[in-house]
């Protein structure tokens, strides 16, 4: 069942479920918007302007957040890094600026939803999952084999949507596999888990159609962690959950070379940007560069593939040093906290699950998180919010107006 009621449930006409709407079609505009300034355009104009005037109910909840806290003090701390960048530009700052006040806009809509409606963030997920499932569907059947085309070109599937890279295109379905697998372990039985189910076989096959390693291993990853925190700790789960897990650990060793003489292409090209990327952080270990990096030309003339981090932990220490390092540190630390608590004390792994997926991407195949509407909003900071509202208690199977209700009725009854 998905437990899409409108935010504001007295009222048809209002604010909060506009902006309900116009979220809901944000989310999903990633699969079916072909281009995507016009995807940034509608984020702006019809999720952050009109939701300005829900933050501040956001706000009063998330100046308890842990996560919020850390996640002001880093964001803050990688903007002052601008000032001292070797090529400052006060116009790249204040895009940033922008980009920012967009980032932490859309986490606290978020967290208003699950204010609103504790079950509400979850059936918005659950309902874009269905449009993901239809979209990865299309891809897959419009996919033109590598068999037909010339020898020379070998071609790798990318999703419709706002995506035009195979392996963003990975992470942003591949997400949406989670939650489809979530749903269908949960409310096995009924005619929407079985919905859920063959659309999860069918963003996996999607998924390995990418040929995404990344993509692939944080989907094994999240899967295998969807299992094993199994609040039933039934056999079976706990069955396909070690099983996962020996293939995501024996993936992982073949990529890394461990089980044969080659390291997988994709993991033996990062390591000279890796190393490239220390290089340049021994230069200003502390403080780092500045966020505003500097372009390093390849023999073409063109940026070059040394620009791109591949890792936000290690593009971090480039632009902020030990100091941004930290503080990025302390983002994930406390979001796994709220992670681990949600999984193991009230039964429900899915946020884990999500936190692990987007962990695994950004750990190997990401630069800068500071960026208008790409794959780092579905997989860093969409999980980050749910995770916030998580550490605030904001989760579980009660609405707040439940909550009210029943505080009611306990002083009525004392009072009796």
Same mark, same amino acid.
């Given at each position: 069942m998905l437990n899409l009621c409108r935010p504001d449930s007295d009222r048809y006409w209002s604010l909060s479920n506009l902006v309900f709407?116009?979220? +809901?079609?944000? &989310?999903?505009?990633? @699969?079916?918007?072909?281009? =995507?300034? #016009? $995807?940034?355009?509608? @984020? +702006?104009?019809?999720?952050?302007?009109?939701? &300005?005037?829900?933050?501040?109910?956001?706000?009063? !909840?998330?100046?308890?957040?842990? +996560?919020?806290?850390?996640?002001? =003090?880093?964001?803050?701390?990688?903007?002052?890094?601008?000032?001292?960048? #070797? /090529?400052?530009?006060?116009?790249?700052?204040?895009? #940033?600026?922008?980009? %920012?006040?967009? +980032?932490?806009?859309?986490?606290?809509? %978020?967290?208003y939803f699950f204010e609103r409606n504790r079950l509400l963030p979850t059936a918005i997920m659950q309902l874009v999952a269905l449009v993901v499932i239809v979209a990865a569907a299309i891809s897959i059947a419009t996919f033109e084999p590598v068999t037909q085309q010339p020898a020379s070109l070998h071609q790798r599937l990318v999703g419709l949507g706002t995506t035009d890279n195979p392996n963003p295109s990975a992470f942003i379905y591949g997400f949406f596999a989670v939650i489809a697998l979530d749903y269908a372990h949960k409310y096995w039985g009924g005619k929407l888990a079985y919905v859920y189910a063959v659309g999860f076989a069918t963003i996996f096959l999607f998924v390995i159609l990418t040929e995404s390693n990344t993509g692939l291993l944080a989907l094994t990853a999240a899967c295998t962690l969807l299992f094993l925190v199994d609040k039933r700790r039934a056999l079976p789960a706990l069955f396909i959950g070690l099983v996962l897990g020996l293939v995501t650990a024996a993936y992982l060793a073949w990529s890394m070379g461990l089980?044969?003489?080659?390291? #997988?292409?994709?993991?033996?090209?990062?390591?000279?940007?890796?190393?490239?990327? *220390?290089? !340049?952080? !021994? =230069? =200003?270990?502390?403080?780092? $560069?500045?966020? !505003?990096? *500097?372009?390093? &030309?390849?023999? /073409?003339?063109?940026?070059?593939?040394? /620009?791109?981090?591949?890792? *936000?932990f290690l593009s971090t220490l480039r632009d902020g040093g030990l100091v941004g390092l930290f503080l990025l540190l302390l983002v994930y630390g406390f979001a796994l906290r709220s992670a681990l608590r949600t999984a193991l004390a009230d039964h429900n792994p899915l946020y884990l699950c999500l936190f692990v997926f987007g962990l695994v991407c950004v750990l190997v195949d990401v630069d800068q998180i500071v960026t208008r509407p790409r794959e780092l909003w579905v997989i860093l900071w969409l999980p980050l919010a749910c995770l916030m509202a998580c550490e605030l208690g904001l989760t579980g199977e009660k609405t707040p107006d439940t909550k009210d209700a029943d505080a009611r009725a306990d002083d009525n009854h004392k009072t009796d």
């Open positions: 709407v116009t979220y +809901i079609t944000f &989310l999903a505009g990633f @699969y079916f918007v072909p281009n =995507a300034v #016009d $995807h940034y355009k509608f @984020y +702006i104009a019809a999720v952050f302007f009109p939701g &300005l005037l829900l933050l501040p109910t956001a706000l009063k !909840q998330a100046r308890h957040s842990l +996560i919020w806290l850390s996640l002001l =003090a880093y964001l803050g701390y990688m903007l002052l890094s601008s000032l001292w960048s #070797d /090529n400052f530009s006060t116009a790249i700052l204040w895009r #940033d600026v922008r980009y %920012t006040g967009y +980032i932490l806009s859309f986490t606290l809509v %978020t967290l089980l044969n003489a080659a390291i #997988d292409v994709g993991f033996s090209k990062r390591l000279p940007i890796w190393q490239h990327v *220390v290089e !340049q952080w !021994q =230069a =200003a270990p502390v403080f780092g $560069h500045g966020y !505003q990096k *500097v372009i390093v &030309l390849a023999e /073409n003339g063109t940026p070059s593939i040394v /620009n791109y981090a591949h890792s *936000v």
